[in-house]
């Protein structure tokens, strides 16, 4: 199952969702990931979000946790990955994974509101 989330809540800059080469394009017509989809970085026992910059022909794409990842560091996330020995990860992205709430994170005051 993919897990999406709302890359304003994770997302410090905008970036351009799709690149191919490290140039701008058009939205593939098969990706691998989504903008927005939860991540586990394998190389740094890491779960963040996929911000943007996906490069289906580089095969590599921008996470809020690591920066750019080669697809073959990362794997869609599972629940239980919030309980692997010393996985890093925002506390607000297990309540929206895990718990199944929705945040909001307002970036002026660091503050999560957990909307339901």
Do not use: W
């Not at 394998?42 to 580089?58: E, P, Q, R, Y």
């Not at 599972?78 to 309980?83: A, L, N």
């Amino acid at each position: 199952m993919k897990h999406i989330v709302d890359i304003n809540n994770y997302a410090l800059f905008d970036y351009f969702p799709y690149l191919e080469r490290g140039s701008e394009c058009e939205k593939p017509k098969k990706l691998k990931y989504h903008v927005g989809q939860v991540v586990y970085l394998k190389h740094t026992n890491a779960i963040g979000v996929v911000l943007g910059c996906i490069d289906s022909v580089g095969e590599e794409l921008r996470t809020d946790m690591d920066g750019m990842v080669c697809f073959d560091d990362l794997r869609p996330v599972k629940k239980g990955d919030f309980k692997i020995k010393d996985v890093r990860f925002i506390e607000r992205l297990k309540l929206e994974v895990v718990d199944g709430k929705t945040v909001h994170y307002d970036k002026e005051t660091r503050e999560t509101t957990v909307i339901d």
